[in-house]
């Protein structure tokens, strides 16, 4: 498996228990998980899961870096919905098992 999938897992499982037990409400966990997705390079990904993190982030940063924001991420945040920070968490959920499927073939993300 190239390293490239390997360090993307990584990024995703950070992600995923900042989402489990970071503290205040989904955006504000998503502040921290969105920081770990946004480390994943996307060119060295197999195609499938480049598409999926792009989305991810596009998601997390598409209002761009407004005046009074640090970064992108924080602009975006700022303004989201709840229910929309818990759809883009759920995503980052799904891929992070998708991931840990595709390394091992055998895993069932159903059983945990």
Known sequence: M???VGYAYEKLSNA????A???G???DRLRMAGREVLFIRTEELPEWLQ?????IITS??????REGFDSPLESTLHGMHRSTGVAIARRIYELKYRVQ???DPS????AG
């Open 2 to 4: 190239p390293t490239s």
């Open 107 to 110: 895993y069932d993300a159903e």
């Open 51 to 55: 598409s999926e993190v792009n989305e």
């Open 21 to 23: 037990t970071g503290a």
């Open 16 to 19: 995923v228990e900042y989402l």
């Open 101 to 103: 499927s595709s390394r």
């Open 60 to 65: 997390l940063t598409k209002r761009g870096c």
């Open 25 to 27: 409400d989904v955006r």
